[in-house]
Nanobody, 121 residues
Framework: QVQLVESGGGLVQPGGSLRLSCVAS????????ATWYRQAPGKERELVAH????????SYSGSVQGRFTISRDNGKSAVYLQMNSLKPEDTAVYFC??????????????WGQGTQVTVSS
């Protein structure tokens, strides 16, 4: 069992920056791939950024490409989301997701509890 705890959300003005953190406990984090999702009120949850086992294996949604950066530190069992040039439409609850495939071929996936990001003047 893996527990994911997000932090770093808050209220920021348009154009500002925030850095979200997701810290994992309970397993070897290096065996997991990680994804940040977000969900705005009344909207479906959407993928924001993904990072594979390698630190340079990243991908982004078109709406955040060039503004957000996902990274990981396996020594700290953490994944981060650096968010720059924030816009009001980035307002959402941001969730961390981690997944791995066991030696037996089963997928194990876990969600964090979410952290609120509000972009407003």
């Amino acid at each position: 069992q893996v527990q994911l705890v997000e932090s770093g959300g808050g209220l920021v003005q348009p154009g500002g920056s925030l850095r979200l953190s997701c810290v994992a406990s309970g397993s070897t984090f290096s065996s997991y791939v990680a994804t940040w999702y977000r969900q705005a009120p009344g909207k479906e949850r959407e993928l924001v950024a993904h990072i594979g086992h390698a630190e340079d294996a990243t991908s982004y949604s078109g709406s955040v490409q060039g503004r957000f950066t996902i990274s990981r530190d396996n020594g700290k069992s953490a994944v981060y989301l650096q968010m720059n040039s924030l816009k009001p439409e980035d307002t959402a609850v941001y969730f961390c997701h981690a997944a791995t495939v066991t030696d037996g071929g089963d997928t194990r996936a876990y969600w964090g509890q979410g952290t609120q990001v509000t972009v407003s003047s």
